[in-house]
C-alpha cells in the first residue's frame, strides 16, 4: 500500500555595510597584478606526471572520473536519475552551494585508496565509498573498480558460515573458502549520497537513524514512471550469479549480495539496541557499513518505525527522533516512546525480520506520462587544473595534507593558473601555515573572481591581522582604509552561499576595532547573520556590544535578552550580563 512519502519525512528531520558615506561591497577592485609565489622543483620526481581523468558537471556536483567512459556515462546517468528522484520525493533536501561537492570515480590503477582518511587505512573492515565534508566543502569517493571484497570481520566469518553448502537439489556447493562480498557501486553512491544531504540538517541525526534512511533509499526502485520507497525483496531469491553456478553444478558459492534486512539478517543473531542506538555518527562502525549486521539492522529499526504493520508505529518512531533533539537518549526515554524495553525492541526486530508486514511510499507519473528526465551529461577530457584542484581539495578532506599540496602545486608549476585552483592553494597554504604565499594566491583568486566563500574568509582574516600589525595613527584602531579591505572581502564572501558564521563574526570584530562608529545601516548586515545563525551567542554579543557603540539602546537590549537566553552560565553569559549593565533601565510598566 502506498501512502504521501513527505507526510512522515518532514517532521522527522525538523530543524550592505556601508563605511562613512559609501558601501564596502561597492569599494574600487585592485586590478594590479599580483605577483604570485614561484616553486622551485629540486627533483623531477617530485612533480607527478599528469593523469588522465573525465571531467563533468550535474546538479550539486563536479565529477572526476577515470573509469572508462561507457561505465562513467552509465553511473552519471543513472546517479542523475536518481538524485532527480530524490528531489520528488523529499522536497528540498538538496541545498544549493557555489561550491559544489565532489564526486571522484576511481575507476582505474587502486586510485581509491588514497583517499582513505588518515586512520582509517588499517580498519579491519574493506570500504568501497566514502563521504568527505566540512563545514564548506564535501567529496563522495567511490570504488568503481573492485566488484567483490573479503570482509575480515565476524559478520563476514558468520555469513561464510551460514551460506548455503547444498543447492535446491542437495548437491554440494560449498567450496569452503571466502566467496567475497560482492560490491554495487550504484548503491554505495546512493548510500553515500543520503549521508551527505543528510549531514547537511541540523541539528544532525543519530547514526542510527542515517544508517536506516540511507539503506531504505538505497534501495529505492526508480523507473520512467514512478518511484517506489520502502518496498522490500523477497528473501528467498537468490543471485543469477549463484543461480547460474547452481545451474552448472560447478559446487561454487557466489559472492554474498547487499540484500535488504529480512535476507540479510535471516540467519545473523541481532545486537543488542543500546549498543545500536550508541553508535557515533562519525564512529568506524557507523563509516564501514559493508556486510554489517549493525547497518542492517538501523535498517530494519528505522523500516519498521515507518513502514511496519501498516504504519501503525510512525508516531512512537517520530516522538522518540524528535526527542532526541533536545534529550538524552536512554532506555527509559525509549520505553516512555514505544512502550517497551531494548531487550523487547530487539525481540520485535526479530519477529519482523521473519515476517514482515509492511506498506511503502512513491511517487507516480500522472497517467500516460513520464517522470521528467535529467538534464544531457557533458562529459570531456580534465584540465590539469581541474585535477589537481578537485584531488587536492578531496585529499585534504581526507586530512592527507602534504599529498593535497603536491596535487595542488603540480598543475601550477606547469602554468595553471585557473581562479579556482589558486583558491584552493591558497587555502591549502593557509593550512600547511605559509601565510605569506596563502595570502598571494588568495588576493590573486580574489581579483579573478574566483567563487569560493572561504578564501574571502581567510583573505579577510590576514588582511585583518596584517593592518593589527601595522595600525595607522588611529590608536591601534584600524583606519577607515584598514575596515574597508577587511570588509571588501568579507561582503564577497557573504554574497556566495554556503553561509558562514566566521564572515559575519569578522564583520563584527572589525567594526569594533574600526575608528569609524558604526551605523544602523552599517549593522544591518550583522542582523542577517543573527537571523540566519540565531544560536551563535559570540555574533549575537558582537552585534549587541556594536548596537550600544552606536547608540541603538532598544536594538541592543533585545539582542542582550536573547544572548541571556542561549547562555544560562558561563562567560559568555558575564559578558551579556555586563553589557546588560551599560543599558539603560527599561521603563517601569
Same mark, same amino acid.
Given at each position: ?10 517532521p522527522?528531520l ?12 561597492q ?25 588522465k ?48 561537492a ?33 563545514? $564548506? ?29 547444498t ?14 562480498? $560482492? ?6 553512491? @546512493? ?21 536506516g ?9 526508480v523507473?520512467?514512471?514512478?518511484i ?26 557466489a ?10 539478517l ?9 549498543q ?22 538501523? @535498517? ?36 516512555e ?22 506498506r511503502y ?16 551529461l ?33 598543475? @601550477? ?9 589558486l583558491?584552493?592553494?591558497g ?11 596563502a ?7 580574489a ?125 559568555m ?11 539603560p ?5
Open positions: 500500500m502506498r501512502e504521501s512519502f513527505t507526510r512522515w519525512l518532514i522527522a525538523a530543524f550592505a555595510a556601508r563605511l562613512a558615506a559609501q558601501d564596502a561591497s569599494q574600487p577592485v585592485n586590478d594590479k597584478p599580483i605577483e604570485l609565489p614561484v616553486y622551485t622543483v629540486t627533483d623531477q620526481r617530485e612533480l607527478p606526471p599528469p593523469e581523468w573525465s571531467y563533468a558537471r550535474i546538479e550539486g556536483f563536479e565529477v572526476l572520473s577515470n573509469a572508462s567512459e561507457r561505465g562513467t556515462r552509465r553511473l552519471l546517468r543513472d546517479f542523475q536519475r536518481y538524485s532527480q528522484a530524490i528531489g520528488l520525493v523529499w522536497p528540498g533536501v538538496q541545498r544549493p552551494a557555489a561550491v559544489p565532489m564526486l571522484i570515480i576511481c575507476g582505474r590503477g587502486g586510485k581509491f585508496e588514497a583517499f582513505r582518511p588518515t586512520g582509517e587505512r588499517a580498519v579491519d573492515r574493506a570500504m568501497a565509498s566514502l563521504s568527505l565534508l566540512d563545514r $564548506e566543502q564535501a567529496a563522495i569517493v567511490i570504488d568503481f573498480e573492485t566488484k567483490v571484497i573479503n570482509l575480515v570481520t565476524p559478520e563476514g566469518t558468520a555469513a561464510l558460515a551460514a551460506a548455503p553448502t543447492d535446491a537439489g542437495g548437491n554440494a556447493i560449498g567450496g569452503g573458502a571466502d566467496p567475497g562480498f $560482492e560490491v554495487d557501486s550504484y548503491r554505495q553512491l @546512493y548510500r553515500e549520497y543520503i549521508r551527505f544531504l543528510l549531514a547537511g540538517v541540523q541539528p544532525r541525526a543519530p547514526a542510527w537513524f542515517e544508517e534512511l540511507s539503506q531504505i533509499f538505497m534501495a529505492m526502485e523507473t520512467s514512471t514512478s517506489i520507497v520502502g518496498k522490500l525483496e523477497d528473501p528467498n531469491t537468490i543471485s543469477a550469479t549463484q543461480a547460474a553456478m547452481n545451474e552448472a553444478g560447478t559446487g561454487g558459492v559472492a554474498q549480495e547487499d540484500r535488504d534486512f529480512n535476507a540479510a535471516a540467519r545473523r543473531g541481532l545486537i543488542g539496541m543500546g545500536l542506538l550508541a553508535v557515533a555518527n562519525d564512529s568506524a562502525t557507523a563509516r564501514n557499513p559493508l556486510g554489517s549486521t549493525w547497518a542492517k539492522q538501523c @535498517y530494519a529499526f528505522v523500516h519498521w518505525g515507518l513502514y511496519g504493520d501498516e504504519s501503525k508505529h510512525q508516531r512512537a518512531f517520530l516522538t522518540f527522533i524528535n526527542r532526541l533533539v533536545h534529550e538524552p537518549l536512554s532506555e527509559p526515554l525509549f520505553k516512546c514505544f512502550k517497551q524495553s531494548y531487550k523487547g525492541m530487539e525481540l520485535t526486530i526479530r519477529g519482523y525480520v521473519d515476517f514482515t508486514s509492511h511510499a512513491g511517487v507516480e507519473a500522472p497517467k500516460g506520462q513520464k517522470l521528467p528526465e535529467p538534464p544531457p557533458v562529459l570531456r577530457e580534465a584540465t590539469e587544473a581541474e585535477v589537481g584542484r578537485l584531488k587536492g581539495e578531496t585529499l585534504r578532506l581526507a586530512g592527507h595534507q602534504a599529498a593535497a599540496r603536491l596535487a595542488l602545486i603540480a598543475p @601550477y608549476i606547469r602554468g595553471e593558473r585557473d581562479p579556482a585552483l583558491a584552493s592553494l587555502l591549502q597554504e593557509r593550512v600547511m601555515g605559509d601565510d605569506g604565499r595570502r598571494k594566491f588568495l588576493e590573486a583568486a581579483q579573478a573572481k574566483a567563487v569560493r566563500p572561504r578564501a574571502y574568509l581567510e583573505l579577510a582574516r590576514l588582511r585583518f591581522a596584517a593592518a593589527n600589525a601595522k595600525p595607522d595613527e588611529t590608536g591601534g584602531q584600524l583606519s577607515a582604509a584598514q575596515t574597508v579591505a577587511v570588509l571588501t572581502p568579507l561582503f564577497t564572501a557573504r554574497s556566495q552561499p554556503p553561509s558562514l558564521p566566521e564572515v559575519y563574526e569578522l564583520i563584527g570584530e572589525s567594526w569594533s576595532r574600526s575608528i569609524v562608529v558604526p551605523t544602523a545601516e552599517h549593522l544591518a548586515v550583522l542582523d542577517e547573520g543573527v537571523r540566519r545563525f540565531p544560536r551563535d551567542a559570540g555574533l549575537v554579543y558582537a552585534n549587541a556590544a556594536l548596537k550600544v557603540k552606536a547608540g541603538l539602546t532598544a536594538e541592543a537590549t533585545s539582542l542582550v535578552g536573547l544572548g541571556l537566553r542561549l547562555s544560562p552560565a558561563g562567560a553569559r558575564e559578558k551579556f550580563e555586563a553589557l546588560q549593565a551599560v543599558l533601565a527599561a521603563p517601569n510598566p
